[in-house]
C-alpha cells in the first residue's frame, strides 16, 4: 500500500520560510518522479514544482521560481519543498505526487501524470 505523507506546513508570516517533508511508503522511492501541487480554496489545484526521479532535474511554476526549492534524499524516501519568500498567495494546502518512470531525468507537471497522492499539508502566510 503506497503512503505519501506530508508535514511541515503552518502559520508564517508574509517573507518568511517553511520546509515541507513528503515521506513515501510502499513503492520503490527511487523509481518515482515526485511533485509538489497545491489547492487554494475556491481554486483548481496548481502545479508547483517537480523533480526527476534521480534528483538531477527540476522544474518550477513560475509563480514560486527563485522562492521555490524541490530537492529528494531517495535514501530517506523522501521528497521536500523548501520554501521562502512566502507571500499570502502562497496560502493552499500543498500535497505531494508521484509517479513511477523508467526515465531517470523527466520531471511531470500535469496531475492526471501522477498515480499517488498524499492527503495535503496546510500553508498559512498571513501579510
Known amino acids: 500500500q503506497v503512503q505519501l505523507v506530508e508535514s511541515g506546513g503552518g502559520l508564517v508570516q508574509a517573507g518568511g520560510s517553511l520546509r515541507l517533508s513528503c515521506a513515501a511508503s510502499?513503492?520503490?522511492?527511487?523509481?518515482?518522479?515526485m511533485g509538489w501541487f497545491r489547492q487554494a480554496p475556491g481554486k483548481e489545484r496548481e502545479f508547483v514544482a517537480a523533480i526527476s526521479r534521480s534528483g538531477g532535474r527540476t522544474y518550477y511554476a513560475d509563480s514560486v521560481k527563485g522562492r521555490f526549492t524541490i530537492s529528494r534524499d531517495n535514501a530517506k524516501n523522501t521528497v521536500y519543498l523548501q520554501m521562502t519568500s512566502l507571500k499570502p498567495e502562497d496560502t493552499a494546502v500543498y500535497h505531494c505526487?508521484?509517479?513511477?518512470?523508467?526515465?531517470?531525468?523527466?520531471?511531470?507537471?500535469?496531475?492526471?501524470?501522477?498515480?499517488?497522492w498524499g492527503q495535503g499539508t496546510q500553508v498559512t502566510v498571513s501579510s
Open positions: 510502499g513503492l520503490t522511492f527511487s523509481s518515482h518522479a
Open positions: 505526487a508521484a509517479r513511477p518512470t523508467s526515465y531517470s531525468g523527466t520531471v511531470y507537471q500535469g496531475g492526471n501524470e501522477y498515480h499517488y
